[in-house]
């Protein structure tokens, strides 16, 4: 019923011509004023005494290039529009307060700034007052949809997770891997090791980019994955950064269009500093862990340095305490063994799901080990170093970095119970729950095997006014990295407890799970012994196995703005973008090459740009983009080989605001975008053909004719301030997508006697081949409606309710898209016949939500329908308030669950001046809370709808446990 309301209004929205009137409506409230061009900035403020209380009819002004002069209304507030980007001074005088002055303020795009009093010190007749600065104003002047998150009060607030502040803005999702349950580490709830790789507006994590001063950050997707599908947010420390946006749509002033179907997620350096301050916090995590973040902001003449340090240490849910699942052993005692009787696990397929993996868990060996364990420990930080040269030239350095140690104890966690064998007469009770690892055996569930990941970005930036035009020049540097030793033989000291059999005539082929019967195995019971267990045979050859993933990306940017008159301003940028994704292993202890640049990806832009504001309430922004981009990838037919793939792409776009009122915007914007297929879907080998006697042969090709994804989008949207502090913003939009990068088979129309390497032409050489390989599908749509209200005060009841419908779809596929041969698509039910139909590309269904199965680009994205977040509170100063965070996950929701709701708390209260504690209470209700996952197993599975059949399985992810956690807060 809900997916029905939800279709209905879409279809409404598609098929009237009310949205104007909307709109129209929304903007009869409020006054005159001016409106600012998008190439140029917005400055909005508030100004607040020593005890938070709005400061009324204070005197504001802006010098730099221009000069601007306004005074702050009844709550405090102030607006400052059509400000050049360049340098500037902020003063801020009050009759009874004095002055606040920061005499350098870098201004590149819309901007807040909080400027709050401070006690004055004894004997000192200045009156000091902080002045903060953050980048894109609450209230929204630019064409697109902006969303502001504040990473570094998140991290001090105790937050160890983008997830959690990323996820609770309409129209952006978290996307892991499909299914929910092969992602690493997915199934331990809390741990830095999840995939943050974010989609907004419905598109798919490789359709939106995530940048740094207009320049893209492309890192590794997970863990064992191959970049450019998508950045994991979880390498990028959440206390090293200023501030971050998500943009959404298709804004005229969008830094970059490559990657940016959905929007952008912007991610700035810390802001330059004008007074002396240290922040420090300490506090628990949901595990028993210390969580700690420390802040040290100064100013030393012309030199502005702000640096952060965090450290998280977990011991994890999992630890010696908890029995885990034993598949396979080598050695016990030293003596050949392996699963027999009840020691290995059944497999019952669900006939609900078109799964052959959607099976219960029935384990009767089970290992204890003073080794198993599931801590980690995360260190992250950063620096940003400002200097002024000149009054009108500024030099900066940012330098943001995390280590991440953990061991495999995490991977594919998975609750099971024992089961006792006949014979069985030790201490363990049967139904006892302990832990399965996907990868078995002492690899992961009990050797303590290290998992590393690192992440080093570096960006260098030159601001300058030359003349009245502003210039800037940045260069980027950044690397991200996993690294898994392992040695073999493994070997430790164990419990066991089941049964098994040793092997006492090699080889022992018996398949595991068999009874004994005539075989060379002699069965045991194992009652709670101490053992020592390798798994490996002793003529197995030792060595170290080292599997290196990582990236390499360096950019360059070049943006100059000119005025030509007073409403009229130009402007031009570049920007160069290199990166490749080498991910090798090695087995046999060699040392790895840490850099493998033969297959990468180069993409260069340029941006020109006419902004004017032709009268006071209307603005008028003009772009026209131009990309470049060039895969150099290994040739498909010859591995020594390389070659040049060659893609070049132009887009305007438009974007128009217009200021009926001072307290109202209404802003529209469309143009074109871009997306490359991941890296990793342009690197492979032809495969060699094969062929399933009587039915057909199938072959898997390098696609190197792949074309990038192409889209044209528009967004309208307004945002209203109300006269009582309330904001309201409001936006519908939709983007057509053309040429959808998707993994598929089909026919070739040639017989296999076609391919000189058909395998045994005389008898297959009549069967049909099919291809299987990347391509380009149909035509794909994206559109939704997002609703953001806040109400906030410095003191008094505070509230903000924000929800969003989102639709991304596939709106039709090319003929026979579903037709294949039964052999390609295994475990489904297909005809027997050279020509099967239904066989093939399932979870593509045109008018439904993308689900993570779908394949998009080699990686999926569950989209949910409908999203929703909330929050109400009290607030008595800045540091005493208690507030209640309701959140609202609609079905087809990035956990793989049926639509839930999930509350949290919060409750601060001030120690003294300089300190206060802080109480987070998460999952209140429980909602999903276990500490690992219940994987495999029906009641953790959930349907996909399927075009054919019965629903594909996808198992579900924990949201998180239910605790407090107590943060002290000290500045």
């Not at 020593?50 to 400061?55: H, L, M, S």
């Not at 999840?194 to 863990?223: F, H, K, N, R």
């Not at 140690?405 to 009770?429: A, C, H, I, K, R």
């Not at 020592?532 to 990236?551: C, F, R």
């Amino acid at each position: 019923m809900l997916f029905e309301l939800e279709e209905a209004v879409f279809q409404a929205i598609s098929r009237c011509g009310s949205i104007a009137l909307v709109l129209f409506a929304l903007a009869c409230l409020g006054a005159n004023a001016q409106v600012a061009p998008v190439g140029s900035a917005a400055v909005m403020g508030t100004v607040t005494d020593v005890n938070g209380k709005p400061v009324p009819q204070a005197h504001v002004s802006l010098s730099g290039p221009r000069t601007f002069n306004t005074t702050t209304d009844a709550t405090g507030q102030f607006a400052l529009l059509n400000i050049p980007f360049g340098i500037y001074r902020v003063t801020a005088t009050s009759e009874t307060l004095g002055v606040a002055t920061n005499d350098h303020i870098d201004i590149e795009g819309d901007m807040s700034i909080v400027i709050a009093y401070k006690v004055a010190q004894a004997g000192n007749l200045k009156v000091i007052a902080n002045v903060a600065t953050t980048s894109t104003a609450q209230f929204n002047v630019s064409p697109a949809s902006v969303a502001s998150i504040d990473p570094t009060t998140a991290a001090f607030q105790g937050q160890t997770s983008w997830r959690h502040i990323v996820e609770q803005i309409p129209g952006v999702t978290i996307a892991g891997y499909d299914g929910g349950f092969s992602a690493y580490a997915s199934g331990v709830t809390g741990n830095p090791f999840m995939p943050l790789t974010i989609a907004v507006d419905g598109a798919l994590p490789y359709e939106t980019s995530t940048l740094l001063d207009d320049m893209p950050i492309i890192g590794i997707g997970a863990y064992q994955m191959s970049g450019g599908f998508g950045t994991d947010l979880g390498f990028y420390p959440l206390n090293g950064f200023g501030g971050a946006d998500v943009v959404r749509g298709p804004g005229a002033n969008a830094p970059s269009i490559v990657d940016s179907i959905g929007g952008s997620f912007l991610l700035h350096a810390p802001s330059e500093v004008r007074a002396n301050h240290y922040n420090f916090s300490v506090g628990t995590d949901p595990y028993g862990g210390i969580v700690s973040n420390a802040q040290a902001a100064l100013r030393i003449r012309k030199l502005s340095i702000v640096a952060t340090y965090g450290v998280n240490d977990s011991p994890g849910p999992l630890s010696s305490a908890v029995p885990f699942q034993i598949l396979s052993l080598g050695l016990v005692n030293g003596t050949p063994f392996s699963c027999v009787l009840t020691c290995a696990f059944t497999t019952a397929t669900n006939p609900n799901y078109n799964s052959p993996t959607d099976s219960t868990r029935s384990v009767g060996l089970f290992g204890c080990c003073v080794q198993n364990s599931s801590a980690w420990t995360v260190h992250s930080g950063s620096i940003a170093l400002g200097y002024d040269i000149s009054p009108a030239i500024t030099a900066q350095v940012f330098y943001a970095g995390q280590s991440q140690d953990s061991t495999l104890g995490m991977e594919g966690q998975s609750l099971v119970n024992f089961v006792t064998p006949p014979g069985y007469t030790g201490w363990l009770q049967p139904g006892v729950q302990g832990n399965f690892s996907g990868a078995g055996t002492l690899a992961t569930g009990s050797y303590l095997q290290p998992f590393l990941r690192f992440s080093s970005l570096v960006e260098e930036k030159i601001s300058a006014n030359v003349g009245k035009g502003f210039l800037k020049i940045a260069a980027l540097q950044n690397r991200t990295s996993s690294l898994l030793p392992a040695v073999s033989p493994r070997t430790g000291t164990f419990q066991l407890f089941g049964s098994g059999g040793y092997c006492f005539t090699p080889p022992c082929s018996v398949t595991p799970g068999t009874p004994p019967g005539t075989s060379a195995y002699t069965p045991v019971i194992f009652n709670g012994g101490v053992y020592t267990v390798s798994t490996t045979n002793p003529a197995s050859a030792p060595g170290t196995s080292l599997v290196y993933n990582a990236t390499n990306n360096r950019d360059a940017m070049l943006s100059f703005t000119e005025p030509l008159t007073d409403r009229l301003r130009a402007g031009a940028s570049f920007v160069q973008s290199y990166y490749d994704s080498p991910s090798e292993t090695d087995s046999n202890g060699a040392v790895l090459s840490l850099r493998n640049a033969n297959q990468h990806e180069f993409t260069r832009e340029v941006r020109v740009s006419l902004d004017a504001n032709p009268v006071d309430k209307l603005s008028i922004d003009l772009s026209g983009y131009f990309v470049n981009a060039v895969y150099h990838v290994q040739n498909p037919a010859a591995s020594s080989q390389y070659l040049d793939q060659r893609f070049t792409y132009s887009a305007p776009r438009l974007g128009i605001v217009w200021r009926p009122r001072s307290r109202v915007a209404v802003r529209a914007s469309l143009g074109g975008g871009f997306a490359l297929a991941p890296l990793t879907d342009m690197i492979g080998t032809n495969g060699a053909v094969t062929c399933t006697s009587g039915i057909a042969c199938s072959e898997g090709l390098q696609n190197l004719n792949l074309q990038p994804e192409t889209s044209f989008a528009f967004d309208l949207g307004t945002d209203v301030r109300l006269h009582d502090g309330t904001i309201v913003s409001f936006d519908v939009y939709r983007a057509n997508l053309y040429g959808q990068v998707f993994s598929t088979a089909s026919f070739s129309g040639n017989t296999c006697s076609s391919v000189p390497t058909c395998p045994s032409p005389g008898t297959n050489g009549t069967l049909p081949l099919y291809i299987t390989q990347f391509g380009n599908i149909g035509k794909s749509r994206y559109e939704g409606i997002l609703l953001d209200i806040k109400h906030d005060v410095p003191h008094g009841i505070y509230w903000h309710l924000a929800g969003g419908l989102t639709h991304a779809y596939v709106v039709s596929v090319p003929p026979g898209f579903y037709n294949t041969a039964a052999a390609i698509k295994a475990g489904v039910s297909c005809a027997s016949a050279p020509s099967a139909t239904n066989c093939q590309n399932l979870a593509i269904i045109p008018g439904i939500n993308f689900t993570s199965p779908q394949g998009g680009g080699g990686l999926g994205a569950n989209v949910p329908y409908s999203q929703g977040s909330g929050s109400i509170g009290f607030r008595w100063s800045p540091q005493k308030f208690v507030e209640l965070e309701p959140n609202y996950y609609g079905p087809n929701n990035a956990y793989y669950r049926k639509a839930f709701m999930e509350f949290d708390a919060l409750v601060s209260y001030p120690v003294n001046r300089h300190a206060a504690l802080l109480a987070t209470f998460q999952n209140i209700t429980g909602i999903y809370d276990a500490p690992y996952a219940t994987n495999f197993t029906d009641g953790n599975t959930i349907g996909a709808p399927a075009q054919y059949g019965p629903p594909l399985a996808l198992y579900g992810e924990n949201y998180g446990v239910r605790t407090v956690i107590l943060t002290l807060n000290v500045k």
